[in-house]
């Protein structure tokens, strides 16, 4: 399966973009560019402003105009082309303006590959063929792919470009991503019933994704992502600034939370047949609610180590068991949409407020952030055992 080779290198490719800048960035903005926290914060949330867009306009051009291929490659060269000029401009104001293009053009790279997957799966499987590969199996690369930059940035962070390597990474990382994209083969599914073409696909998708008790479960994830933006926007800060760990050591301290990912997202296939989707779903979420709050209340390097035993599960039931439950409510017209509609609706539009909200926070006193996301969290946990109880209600009714 020449296809199954290029999605894995393209997931491999185009997360080692995010393995550049997302461990290093805060501290980036911060030590290279000269912002402060609330404007870490506004950057981010000028980031996050982007997935409102770019996930729910490119997976509409894949389901309608544009094939993948030509999509991944116009957004990861543009991409590159904002982190360039983010490293040659100095004003605070053309800093975030780089960065919400960036992420504008970053954002959609996931929703496009998971929305090709789940096609061309599907599509493998009505043509009756027995060995169709799990998302997960595929999924991991990505999380290898995080792993790689910080290793590299671990030796080039004592050299004289310091910080500066991230951004360059980065560009190199978008470039072979998009030369990669050209390998992918055309797909296009069967689009079912022609009388409901009518209905833009993005409108189809949302319609499907938050009809009845799923919404429940919408909600969940909305408020784990705002939660977890505290972790996932200001933890490198944290190393930095509270427990005074050296930059190069960041991203090894991150992944090796990766390390650990990649353990759990290999072994999904067999977790789920042993404990379930909801029993899954519900230790991931503590996971994450545990980890905020042990950073809030107990501030070391130990603790920034450790709480990484908690990653793999918290990242199964934030980034990659909904994927798959939200491909159940697609249909071939509005496959890469529904995965654009689930990135901006749940992940962008919680994460926006919460980048502006935390930033605020972490300016005030860093600990205390933690504190709040983790309160936030607990509504996650509490939304998610509602939707189970709807659930185990609409099973015994039916």
């Known amino acids: 399966m020449?296809?199954?080779?290029?999605?894995?290198?393209?997931?491999?490719?185009?997360?080692?973009?995010?393995?550049?800048?997302?461990?290093?960035?805060?501290?980036?903005?911060?030590?290279?560019?000269g912002l402060s926290s609330t404007e870490v914060g506004y950057a981010q949330a000028a980031?996050?402003?982007?997935?409102?867009?770019?996930?729910?306009?490119a997976t509409f051009l894949a389901d309608t105009w544009l094939s993948t291929r030509r999509l991944l490659g116009l957004t990861l060269i543009a991409c590159s082309g904002f982190l360039f000029l983010m490293q040659l401009l100095q004003p605070i104001w053309?800093?975030?303006?780089?960065?919400?293009?960036?992420?504008?053009?970053y954002s959609p790279q996931l929703a496009l590959l998971d929305g090709f997957f789940f096609g061309k799966t599907r599509q493998l499987a009505s043509a009756g063929l027995a060995q169709v590969p799990q998302y997960y199996q595929v999924r991991v690369w990505g999380s290898i792919g995080f792993m790689v930059p910080s290793v590299g940035l671990f030796f080039l962070l004592d050299g004289e470009g310091g910080l500066e390597w991230v951004v360059w990474l980065g560009v190199l990382g978008c470039v072979l991503a998009a030369l990669n994209a050209q390998a992918f083969p055309p797909m296009r599914e069967a689009l079912g019933d022609p009388a409901a073409e009518e209905k833009l696909p993005t409108l189809a998708a949302l319609s499907a994704l938050f009809r009845g008790r799923a919404r429940w479960y919408c909600l969940a994830l909305a408020s784990m992502h705002f939660g977890a933006l505290a972790y996932y926007g200001f933890f490198p800060v944290y190393l930095r600034e509270v427990v005074q760990l050296p930059s190069k050591w960041v991203?090894?301290?991150?992944?090796?939370?990766?390390?650990l990912e990649i353990?759990?997202?290999?072994?999904?296939?067999?977790?789920?047949?042993?404990?379930?989707?909801?029993?899954?779903?519900?230790?991931?979420?503590?996971?994450?609610?545990?980890?905020?709050?042990c950073l809030a209340v107990f501030p070391s390097t130990l603790t920034g180590v450790l709480v990484h035993l908690l990653h793999?599960?918290?990242?199964?039931?934030?980034?990659?068991?909904?994927?798959?439950?939200?491909?159940?409510?697609a249909e071939p017209r509005f496959r890469n949409s529904i995965q654009g509609v689930y990135t901006v609706?749940?992940?962008?539009?919680?994460?926006?407020?919460?980048?502006?909200?935390?930033?605020?926070?972490a300016d005030w006193d860093l600990q205390?952030?933690?504190?709040?996301?983790?309160?936030?969290?607990?509504v996650a946990v509490a939304s998610f055992l509602f939707w189970v109880r709807q659930e185990r209600r609409h099973a015994s009714q039916g």
């Open 2 to 33: 020449g296809w199954l080779r290029t999605i894995k290198r393209q997931y491999f490719l185009a997360v080692s973009v995010a393995g550049c800048v997302l461990p290093f960035f805060p501290v980036y903005l911060k030590e290279v560019k």
């Open 47 to 57: 980031g996050s402003l982007a997935m409102l867009l770019a996930p729910l306009l």
């Open 94 to 105: 053309l800093v975030v303006l780089c960065m919400g293009g960036m992420q504008l053009m």
């Open 251 to 259: 991203g090894l301290v991150i992944n090796f939370g990766v390390l």
């Open 263 to 293: 353990g759990w997202v290999l072994g999904l296939g067999w977790l789920e047949r042993k404990f379930g989707f909801k029993r899954l779903m519900l230790f991931g979420l503590l996971a994450g609610v545990v980890r905020l709050f």
């Open 312 to 329: 793999g599960p918290e990242v199964l039931a934030i980034y990659v068991l909904p994927v798959i439950y939200v491909d159940r409510f």
């Open 345 to 361: 609706m749940i992940v962008g539009l919680p994460r926006i407020v919460g980048a502006m909200l935390m930033g605020r926070l």
């Open 368 to 378: 205390a952030m933690f504190l709040v996301a983790g309160s936030i969290s607990v």
